[in-house]
């Protein structure tokens, strides 16, 4: 039972892996940490959940990395796929700190597996939990459970009191509905801030993405409402990103409103064309290699009419990616494919005929930019073009599903955040998604929300304990 009546060192709101990684640097400091998830337990863990990967810089291979990742190559990727919207300074430290990373989060029982296959490249790059996310979580619940971290579920945060940027105390309602008024108040000498995105917030979203936003999946969890970062930005704290910048890609149609998890995204662009309700191609699909362009997807997919898009491949490419949770739908004839999708049959016809026309011979190698290309469509597919000519024709419809959100809360080196006034917090510092647009302007390169997290947590608990002792 959580004594209500104390002050604790450290609150962490949120239970997730940058919430997790905090309250467990924390506690090592011998801060009394108490974690406050709004979600029940079996749904504990946010979009941690959900995931299999970590970006981290390493200068060797290791026993599952295939070679070295050096932090000068872990930028230029953070820049490219930023376009450069990014903070330099912070960036380059979560990079430095992220090859520690790799041995700090085995210590606190995290196992790594090696990565997999398919189009996602990323045996170099990226280590991969051994039974996924969730096995990590329960990891990293054990052992902050083993060192006395006490942890409150369905214990959502309803509201903050802040002073002139110190924290006070936060208020929370609990599922049941069993915790009274007065013990609804918990207090604690620092706050951290690891609750999420604002990415399950439809009303949020259509802020800016209009009725479009109705048609968005939410491929993670249901809880992250953006409801601490709203309170945090209207008690004085600076926000920083751009608020329609979000990891978006393209998952199947059929996937629940929330939590499909990445069982539902399609990796399968790359072999076929993409078209939109009036069966018209609208973006390149050959662009780049997979791992650099899958999140641009859900953004492409957001823009076409009704948010509805449809992969459409042949046969003869069924095995070359990953298969999701729905299988395709098939049709003997395009005609007869169009049909099921509820296309204009003709429309799909000449799509697929003038795409088949355009295909250039060349030698396909989906691991490299090869030279399978369209000449004299547009728009063209750069690369891995061959005809769709095979029965049964096929094709997944997707939609855009909604990652996380980038609109965040500034923070320092320290992890610690700024108030409108850019003067820093003196108690309250922020983790993960929640900071998340510090890093990422926009864009996204595989396996960064775990480092962001994990970093970025790590340094938070550390500093709110030291914060805490002073
Ligand atoms: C399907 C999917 C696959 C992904 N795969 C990867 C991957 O392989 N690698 C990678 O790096 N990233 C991946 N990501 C992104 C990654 O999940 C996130 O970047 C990361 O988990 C964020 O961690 P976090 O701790 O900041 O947030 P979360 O793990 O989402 O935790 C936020 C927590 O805050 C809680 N919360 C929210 N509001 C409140 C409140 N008011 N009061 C109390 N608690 C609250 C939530 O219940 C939740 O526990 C994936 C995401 C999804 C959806």
């Known amino acids: 039972m959580v004594d209500f009546s104390r002050k604790f060192d450290v609150l962490v709101i949120g239970g997730g892996?940058?919430?997790l990684c905090a309250a467990i640097g924390a506690r090592r400091l011998g801060a009394s940490v108490l974690v406050l998830e709004g979600a029940p337990k079996f749904y504990r863990g946010g979009?941690?959940?959900h995931t299999r990967n970590m970006r981290c810089a390493h200068d060797a291979a290791t026993d599952i990395l295939t070679g070295p990742y050096t932090e000068e190559e872990f930028f230029e990727d953070l820049l490219?796929?930023?376009?450069?919207?990014?903070?330099?300074?912070?960036?380059?430290?979560?990079i430095k700190e992220s090859k520690d990373i790799l041995n700090w989060i085995v210590e606190q029982g995290v196992r790594w597996q090696p990565s997999l296959g398919g189009t996602l490249s990323l045996g170099r790059t990226n280590s991969f939990f051994l039974g996924g996310g969730r096995a990590m979580l329960n990891a990293l619940y054990r052992t902050a459970e083993a060192l006395g971290v006490e942890v409150l579920y369905d214990a959502e945060v309803v509201d903050l009191e802040i002073d002139n940027g110190m924290f006070l105390s936060a208020t929370l309602k609990q599922g049941d509905g069993r915790v009274g008024a007065k013990a609804s108040t918990i207090k604690a000498s620092t706050l951290v801030a690891a609750a999420g995105g604002f990415e399950a917030n439809i009303e949020w979203l259509k802020q800016y993405w209009g009725e479009a936003a109705d048609n968005f999946l939410i491929r993670g969890t249901p809880y992250n409402r953006g409801s601490i970062l709203k309170l945090l930005l209207e008690k004085g704290v600076q926000e920083v990103g751009d608020p329609t910048q979000c990891h978006a890609v393209a998952i199947d149609a059929r996937a629940p409103k929330f939590d499909g998890g990445i069982i539902t995204r399609h990796d399968s662009v790359v072999f076929g064309i993409v078209v939109n309700k009036h069966a018209a191609r609208f973006y390149d699909e050959g662009e780049d290699?997979?791992?650099?362009?899958?999140?641009?997807?859900?953004?492409?997919?957001a823009a076409q009419p009704d948010q509805i898009a449809y992969i459409i491949f042949d046969s003869t490419v069924v095995t070359s990616f990953m298969p999701t949770l729905f299988p395709p739908i098939g049709g003997q004839s395009?005609?007869?494919?169009?049909?099921?999708?509820?296309?204009?049959?003709?429309?799909l016809e000449k799509t697929v005929a003038d795409f088949n026309a355009a295909v250039r011979?060349?030698?396909?190698?989906?691991?490299?930019?090869?030279?399978?290309?369209?000449?004299g469509i547009a728009p063209p597919k750069t690369h891995w073009a061959r005809r769709i000519e095979t029965p049964p024709y096929l094709a997944y419809p997707v939609r855009p599903?909604?990652?996380?959100?980038?609109?965040?809360?500034?923070?320092?080196?320290?992890?610690?955040?700024?108030?409108k006034d850019g003067k820093p917090s003196a108690n309250m510092f922020a983790a993960g998604e929640i900071m998340a647009g510090n890093v990422l302007g926009k864009g996204y390169a595989a396996g960064m929300g775990m480092t962001i997290g994990s970093v970025f947590g790590r340094i938070a608990g550390r500093e709110a304990a030291k914060n805490a002792k002073n």
């Open 17 to 19: 892996n940058a919430a």
């Open 47 to 49: 979009n941690t959940r």
């Open 80 to 94: 490219r796929v930023t376009g450069g919207q990014t903070d330099e300074e912070l960036a380059r430290h979560m």
């Open 289 to 301: 290699i997979w791992p650099k362009r899958y999140a641009i997807w859900g953004r492409l997919v």
């Open 334 to 347: 395009i005609a007869e494919l169009a049909a099921k999708l509820e296309l204009d049959p003709a429309a």
């Open 361 to 375: 011979p060349g030698t396909f190698d989906h691991t490299i930019l090869d030279d399978c290309r369209t000449e």
């Open 401 to 419: 599903g909604i990652t996380f959100t980038y609109l965040g809360t500034r923070v320092n080196k320290e992890t610690r955040m700024l108030m």
